[in-house]
């Protein structure tokens, strides 16, 4: 494998390293989200339980969807991360 290909790979890998942190990030913005407003729909005024729950779960709906997709992207990015490190590592100890 000539430098050229190793170079690419290698610089593949680190966008896809960086994508993966962002997915992470905007996971814990989701998760961030969810519990804002768990605290400031208390704060805002004494519920009873199922008030505050009725009013919660759009918000927990929403940090968790935004969650769980950041986290799904992240697998996928680090599968695809993964292969190229997997090939680029038969290509460079391939045997001539």
């Known amino acids: ?10 610089k593949k890998i680190h966008i896809l390293f960086g994508l993966r942190v962002t997915m992470w990030l905007i996971c814990a913005s989701g998760f961030i989200y969810w519990i804002y407003w768990s ?17 919660f779960r759009p918000y927990f709906n929403t940090g968790i969807t935004i969650s769980i997709i950041s986290i799904t992207i992240s697998i996928v990015f680090r599968i ?4 190229i490190k997997r090939t680029m590592k038969e290509e460079m100890y391939k045997v001539r």
């Open 1 to 10: 494998m000539d430098e050229k290909k190793i170079k690419s790979a290698e």
């Open 39 to 55: 605290f400031k729909l208390y704060e805002i005024e004494e519920f009873e339980l199922h008030t505050y729950a009725t009013h």
């Open 80 to 83: 695809i991360s993964d292969s």
